[in-house]
C-alpha cells in the first residue's frame, strides 16, 4: 500500500491497515527510523487509573479511626463508650 505525504508532512493511513491494526481517532503511534525505514508503532497509552493506584495510604479501619479520635486509654482511665 501507497501513500503520500502532503507539504505539512502528512501521511493517511489507509483504512485497511487502520482497520486490522486496530488505530482509531486519538490512537499515538511511535515512529522511528530503522535501516532507512519508517516503523510507526501503536502505543498503548497507561490507565490513568492505574498510574495512580497505590499513591494514597489506605483508609484506616473503623476501629483505627476510633482510637485515633477517642485518644489513648491511659492505665487506671475508665473507658467512655
Keep these: 500500500m ?12 489507509p483504512k485497511k491497515l ?3 491494526l486496530g488505530i482509531r481517532p486519538g ?3 511511535e515512529m522511528v527510523e ?5 516503523v510507526a508503532t501503536k502505543t498503548h ?5 492505574a498510574a495512580v493506584s497505590g499513591l494514597l495510604s489506605p483508609e484506616p479501619t473503623s476501629d483505627e479511626f ?6 489513648e ?3 487506671g ?3 467512655r463508650h
Design 2 to 13: 501507497k501513500a503520500t505525504v502532503s507539504g505539512k508532512g502528512q501521511v493517511t493511513i
Design 18 to 20: 487502520r482497520e486490522r
Design 27 to 29: 490512537a499515538v503511534l
Design 34 to 38: 530503522d535501516h532507512g525505514r519508517l
Design 45 to 49: 497509552p497507561v490507565d490513568p487509573v
Design 66 to 71: 476510633i482510637d485515633s479520635i477517642r485518644g
Design 73 to 75: 486509654i491511659l492505665p
Design 77 to 79: 482511665e475508665v473507658a
